[in-house]
């Protein structure tokens, strides 16, 4: 039984990697259609689509950079300021 778990915990730990690498992807496909919308001046759907990008990877710097970047734009600048802080936490020499 022990020896059951066991080897069930560690399939389970070798098995995150791969979610996580899916996670991020997740995450930069948000962060590019993000990007496409702003282009075309739809920054409500872009600050939702980084909004949801940093909520699946809270760890993930260029979509906190650009999440600022639509706070500015929606005048929302303590909110701007919290995100570039939070992507220059994250990836200080960036």
Known sequence: ???TLV???IALALAAPPAL???RDEA????QF???VAQKGLWKEALYRWEKAVELDPKY?????NLAIAYE???LFDKA???YEKATALEPKN
């Open 34 to 36: 993000g990007i496409d």
């Open 28 to 31: 930069r496909a948000q962060v």
């Open 21 to 23: 690498a899916g996670t």
């Open 1 to 3: 039984m022990r020896k």
């Open 7 to 9: 080897l069930s915990l």
């Open 81 to 83: 300021r919290q995100a």
């Open 61 to 65: 710097a260029a979509a906190y950079n």
């Open 73 to 75: 734009h929606e005048g």
